[in-house]
């Protein structure tokens, strides 16, 4: 199994981010994913969850109306968009395989002016 995140980088304060999870090694049409995130000194918390079908998703308070979780089956990615990002979002962002022990590397996300 293979997790690979990218679209992570350095954006101001507002600006918007997507993130890309390439998933390989399973089927992945039938596993619930998840984003998540952890900064320095702080616990990894849960940004997003979509089903295997893409049609549920679900987001933590301090996420909803910022960001937008979604994937493609055929090409086996799940996708989050973040939009109105915010210093405090800073952190490394991970996928994650729901019900599974299987987590991508990360990819860091600065927000800063």
């Known amino acids: 199994v293979q997790l690979v995140e990218s679209g992570g980088g350095l954006v101001q304060p507002g600006g918007s981010l997507r993130l890309s999870c390439a998933a390989s090694?399973?089927?992945?049409?039938?596993?619930?994913m998840s984003w998540h995130r952890q900064a320095p000194g702080k616990e990894r918390e849960l940004v997003a969850v979509?089903?295997?079908?893409?049609?549920?998703?679900n987001y933590p308070d301090s996420m909803k109306g910022r960001s937008t979780i979604s994937r493609d089956n055929a090409k086996n990615t799940v996708y989050l968009q973040m939009n109105g990002l915010k210093p405090e979002d800073t952190a490394v962002y991970s996928c994650?395989?729901?019900?599974?022990?299987?987590w991508g590397q990360g990819t860091q996300v600065t927000v800063s002016s």
């Open positions: 090694g399973f089927t992945f049409s039938r596993y619930a």
């Open positions: 979509i089903t295997s079908d893409g049609r549920g998703t």
């Open positions: 994650h395989v729901i019900t599974t022990q299987y």
